[in-house]
């Protein structure tokens, strides 16, 4: 049997097996697809048991993608530059690294969203793990410019720097974030965890479409977006099937229809 799994901690949750599982029927490929609860201080004891029973591949969900990237012998560009590593692919005793959340959050807005990102103004809020790893994807896609906004500015001005070279994008605080409307505002933040919604200034979303890397009916952000005159407003479900997709097509080297399956994840979500 083809031996995939989705390791994390919580890991519960997680809408990986179902999803590769519709996959997986789509091209009458036999596969499992297991959750794997690995403990905090035991990923790599987790991942190496996974190997030696004869895995295939798996996906690394939180807290562990970046210690992921420390079992790599083979990373993608995507993984370098995100720091961290979502699917691992094993190969002939070799493990290849990719990250695909940055493909799948483009996946989903130009092809589910039919937004082009090519020339737009994008805010992102947040410069912690989920948005490094984003920040190659987009800037390939040729925005006019990516602002950075974090709520301790030294990190946004040094992932700025990190990524100037692949694109325009520029680092703030989000204290400098001012009512000047942007075209896509993306949270990358963790505060809807908290329940909280970061501090920035309402004007910004007017006109935009907001978006949350989180997924859920209504996090706070989703709230705040529509509450202050967003265009549209979508969670990060559509991300979540786009990930999973291309981490497939690394795997499998072919990519699923995603459609059928986001619509019927968003019946039983919802
Ligand atoms: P992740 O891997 O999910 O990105 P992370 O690397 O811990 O997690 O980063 C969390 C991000 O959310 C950071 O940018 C953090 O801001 P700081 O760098 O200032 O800590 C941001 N964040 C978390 N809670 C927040 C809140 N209540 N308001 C604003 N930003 C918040």
């Not at 325009?168 to 809807?192: E, H």
């Not at 989180?214 to 979540?240: C, H, I």
């Amino acid at each position: 049997m083809n031996k995939y799994a989705v390791i994390g901690n919580p890991v519960d949750h997680s809408l990986s097996p179902t999803i590769h599982a519709q996959f997986a029927k789509q091209i009458g490929l036999s596969m499992s697809y297991k959750k794997i609860l690995a403990p905090l201080d035991g990923f790599s004891v987790a991942a190496k048991n996974f190997i030696s029973s004869g895995a295939l591949g798996f996906n690394i969900t939180v807290p562990f993608k970046v210690e992921a990237y420390d079992l790599i012998d083979e990373y993608t560009l995507n993984a370098k530059t995100a720091g961290a590593v979502n699917t691992i692919k094993v190969e002939n005793g070799t493990l290849y690294g990719e990250n695909t959340d940055g493909i799948g959050l483009v996946n989903d807005l130009c092809n589910n969203l039919q937004q082009s990102i090519k020339g737009k103004d994008i805010l992102i809020l947040g410069a912690g793990g989920a948005t490094q790893g984003i920040l190659l994807p987009l800037l390939e896609c040729q925005p006019e410019r990516i602002l950075v906004a974090n709520r301790t500015k030294t990190k946004s001005l040094k992932l700025a720097n990190n990524f100037s070279e692949y694109g325009k994008v520029c680092g703030f605080g989000l204290d400098q974030i001012k009512a000047k409307p942007v075209d896509i505002i993306i949270n990358a933040t963790s505060a809807s965890l908290d329940g909280k919604m970061p501090e920035i200034a309402p004007g910004v979303a007017a006109g935009a479409l907001c978006y949350d890397l989180m997924y859920g009916k209504q996090t706070p952000f989703m709230q705040w977006a529509r509450e202050n005159s967003a265009l549209a407003v979508t969670d990060g479900l559509g991300m979540l099937v786009e990930q999973a997709a291309s981490a497939f097509a690394f795997w499998h080297g072919k990519t699923p229809e995603t459609k059928e399956v986001l619509k019927s994840l968003r019946e039983t979500t919802d």
